[in-house]
């Protein structure tokens, strides 16, 4: 059980365009899902905590005009890159638990290469 | 945030015991410490968890010590597909439960 599914795992787009990437939990409800960008060779960053009907929060430095985030019902939550530049290319990994004291289950990330 | 330090890299040799250690001296007292480990580019794998006593499961054991300022992950036999990046967290009480991750800990297992 717990498992979270991501989609696409990997994506190319040409600068300036904007990619979705959804996040799905499969066997059960979220109410908030997290969402991390990892670069090579570093650690998870946390961008925004994304909560189900209402606005995401996000992290400090993290452009929410440029990174919109979607959380429309219980089992999934979208992440827009818009207008993406060579310097979005990165992981991005999104995580779902089934309470705030719960584990997260992660996705298998998506790897996303702005040419 | 979540703050925890773990050591940047371990080896292990294979079918020996990995003790991987993590500082968290800034935990409250009704936060889980969690383990994940990642594997070369796919999303974290969530390994055990525990609040203040030993836990074990099929994948390791979790040792937390009394005043809850670190813990010490335990792998009992090593294999080569545990070579991964580890990462201990916590959730904090506010802001949904968020976890910030550290820079993990790289172990090696070495045949």
């Known amino acids: 059980g717990a498992v979270v599914s991501q989609h696409p795992s990997w994506v190319i787009c040409k600068s300036g365009t904007s990619v979705k990437i959804e996040c799905r939990s499969l066997d059960f409800q979220a109410t908030t899902m997290f969402w991390y960008r990892q670069f090579p060779k570093q650690s998870l960053m946390l961008m925004a905590t994304s909560n189900e009907g209402s606005k995401a929060t996000y992290e400090q430095g993290v452009e929410k005009d440029k990174f919109l985030i979607n959380h429309a019902s219980l089992t999934l939550s979208t992440l827009t890159v818009t207008s993406a530049h060579p310097e979005d290319s990165s992981f991005y990994i999104c995580?779902?638990?089934?309470?705030?004291?719960?584990?997260?289950?992660f996705g298998n990330g998506t790897r996303l290469t702005v040419t | 945030d979540a703050k925890t330090t773990q050591p940047p890299s371990m080896d292990c040799a294979e079918g020996r015991a990995a003790n991987l250690p993590c500082n968290h001296s800034t935990i409250s007292g009704n936060e889980y410490v969690y383990w994940y480990r990642q594997i070369h580019s796919q999303g974290p794998q969530y390994i055990i968890h525990?609040?203040?006593n030993n836990e074990t499961n099929e994948m390791a054991s979790l040792i937390i010590t009394e005043d809850r300022k670190s813990s010490t992950l335990i792998l009992p036999h090593a294999t080569l597909r545990d070579t991964a990046v580890y990462y201990c967290t916590y959730r904090v009480n506010t802001n949904a439960g968020k976890s910030t991750f550290g820079d993990g800990t790289t172990l090696t297992v070495k045949p």
């Open positions: 995580s779902a638990s089934q309470g705030s004291n719960s584990p997260l289950h």
């Open positions: 525990g609040l203040k």
